[in-house]
């Protein structure tokens, strides 16, 4: 089959995971069959630095017309040092998610067991900690009206929410749910939040149509206890924009490092697959940052295409290499050396190529000992 993948490189390590997806990508083309065409476009300060717009009106074009979309990073320390700066590299992706009317970001958080160790939780805390966060994307405080006083000494934004944006992304929420261990909990502040209340009212409502999924509700500052002291507890997580967006960075810590999270932004027509880390200038053009979460990402995008066996395939080859202990830095043991971004990338096209090879084959591969005939 023949798909058209926009890719959308970014900011800091972004081009350089996302290079790493790519491999990943490639190597299921090459071993099932298909074919991945790839255009490329420009978002958040790569752009900025062209022209000064942060998304482009060609990449909202590129976007559209792809069956799918690759993304990278966005952010750069020049726009964060600066708060007078009016245009930032952030609003190139809140923006696109508007464009394309990305209304639900999915985020998969799972203990993986060769690495149980590397959270700072402890290990009877996380084993088998498996759940995933829907969280509303075009709504709420990010989206509504934003306001300073003339004098600078007070400042408001507004959060708003409909019923048809809540109920969209809750179905998504309540059709995982069927599928999985038939749980939504739905996360919000509505001793508090009038939006939450909206929120909470609408959830129940729609309840009503899965009857075999049971519902709970939590508000999010006993939400994000829950999350530290018993993970396991929870299978889909429903919340809105900002309180989603504060308990998956949290949850990060979890799988031992936040280079494990990938993430999808889904719409009705467009869907966008990313990391969920930064841009980590730091660490660009260094070959260090780990590039699983964007090779997760790459899975969670063949898995809406349909292609689930080969969405397995890459989710098999990052757990093979965790296994054997070719990670970055961020993940490795300490009686393990670390290796690079690229030669993860590359180990991870090998096995999904050669999945027939003994794990020491691919271990010797990986030190550069040997070949696959």
């Not at 996360?187 to 939040?193: F, R």
């Amino acid at each position: 089959m023949k798909f058209n993948i926009a890719v959308i490189p970014g900011d800091g390590i972004g081009p350089e995971v996302v290079e790493q997806a790519k491999k990943a990508l490639d190597a299921v083309a090459e071993a099932y069959d298909h074919i991945f065409l790839y255009k490329e476009a420009q978002l958040g300060a790569s752009a900025m630095s062209i022209d000064g717009n942060p998304l482009p009106k060609k990449t909202i074009e590129i976007c559209k017309n792809a069956d799918a979309i690759l993304f990278g990073a966005v952010g750069n320390a020049k726009y964060d040092n600066d708060p007078s700066a009016k245009v930032r590299p952030e609003q190139g992706l809140l923006k696109l998610r508007q464009e394309l009317d990305l209304f639900c970001k999915i985020k998969p958080v799972k203990a993986y067991d060769n690495l149980i160790y590397n959270s700072p939780l402890k290990r009877e805390v996380i084993k088998g900690t498996d759940f995933i966060i829907f969280r509303e994307l075009t709504g709420g405080i990010y989206f509504g009206e934003k306001k300073i006083s003339d004098d600078e000494k007070s400042a408001y934004d507004a959060s708003v929410y409909t019923v048809d944006e809540i109920s969209r992304v809750t179905h998504l929420a309540f059709k995982a749910a069927k599928n999985r261990k038939k749980k939504v909990t739905l996360v919000d502040k509505a001793n508090v939040l009038e939006t939450s209340r909206l929120w909470r009212r609408t959830v129940i409502e729609i309840a009503k149509e899965y009857s075999d999924v049971e519902v709970e509700f939590m508000f999010v500052d006993n939400a994000a206890m829950k999350l530290i002291l018993d993970p396991k507890q929870f299978d889909v997580i429903l919340t809105e924009n900002l309180f989603g967006d504060i308990i998956s960075d949290e949850a990060s810590v979890i799988s031992g490092s936040i280079g494990l999270l990938a993430s999808s932004s889904i719409g009705k027509n467009n869907a966008l697959f990313e990391p969920i880390h930064g841009s980590y200038p730091l660490a660009k053009g260094k070959n260090i940052a780990n590039p699983l979460a964007s090779i997760l990402s790459a899975a969670m995008l063949l898995e809406h295409l349909g292609l689930e066996e080969e969405a397995d395939a890459i989710e098999r080859a990052v757990e093979k290499s965790i296994a054997l202990g070719i990670t970055t830095k961020d993940i490795k043991r300490k009686t393990q050396k670390s290796t690079t971004t690229s030669k993860v990338g590359d180990f991870i096209a090998d096995y999904i190529t050669n999945q027939d090879d003994s794990n020491m084959n691919f271990k010797n591969i990986h030190m550069g000992q040997s070949t696959i005939i």
